[in-house]
């Protein structure tokens, strides 16, 4: 089953706008990290922030994570056409010595240009 | 620098056929997960390897095996198909030394259809 979900579970916009996708999740988390993934290719990793952290930045990508909410939140500033993609949320979980991701079902987003 | 590869790229089965997918892990790294994404789905978590071992197991049957070789390169196999298990197969390396929070590199995937 799931731990995260997405909110919205697509979203279209015109380029130029910002983005705006929440993830929510169910247990206690190492790490949350966004992913893309463009037409069911492989996924690529976009940005990760830890438990300890409340918001991180790159480029035009602003994550926040609310620990005592159990959610995040993945900002696209200017959105191009480029952006059209699947954006899923996963969360890092260390079980003894091993570490699994434990992904959501995903935003769709469409940028028009 | 090499990335994550995964062989074959498509491959179509039918019910009952066995299948086994391959990955080679990004240079430098010890550590494979393997990850089934049915059509928009999010990946699901099957399995990971480790030192040749599998350290961790999720939700999936015991039709889904692995192997880790020690050139640390990994197959997935997958015994007694069902119409169900038609997905896009994900790998994924990571260097265990550096722990949970770490980032898992994906190759693009096996598209595996069963009919």
């Known amino acids: 089953s799931q731990q995260g979900e997405e909110d919205p579970q697509a979203l279209s916009i015109q380029e130029g706008e910002n983005a705006t996708m929440n993830c929510s999740y169910k247990t206690s988390i190492n790490n949350l990290q966004w992913y893309r993934q463009n037409s069911g290719r492989g996924l690529v990793h976009l940005i990760l922030?830890?438990?300890?952290?409340r918001e991180k930045h790159s480029g035009r990508l602003r994550v926040t994570l609310d620990t005592s909410k159990k959610s995040s939140s993945l900002l696209i500033t200017a959105s191009r056409a480029a952006d059209t993609a699947s954006y899923f949320c996963a969360t890092g979980l260390r079980m003894d010595s091993s570490y699994k991701l434990i992904f959501g079902s995903g935003t769709r987003l469409l940028v028009r240009p | 620098d090499a990335g994550v590869t995964q062989s074959p790229t498509h491959l179509i089965k039918t019910r009952g056929q066995q299948v086994t997918l391959r990955c080679s892990p990004k240079s430098g790294h010890d550590t494979v997960s393997w990850y089934q994404q049915a059509l928009g789905q999010g990946p699901q978590f099957i399995f990971q390897?480790?030192?040749?071992?599998?350290?961790q197991r999720g939700n999936f049957p015991d039709r889904f095996s692995g192997h880790q070789f020690p050139n640390y390169s990994s197959e997935l196999n997958v015994n007694a198909l069902l119409l169900g298990d038609s997905a896009l197969y994900l790998c994924a390396s990571s260097l265990a030394m550096r722990g949970p929070n770490n980032e898992q590199f994906f190759g693009p995937g096996t598209r595996l259809t069963v009919l």
């Open positions: 390897y480790y030192e040749e071992e599998e350290r």
């Open positions: 922030i830890r438990s300890n952290e």
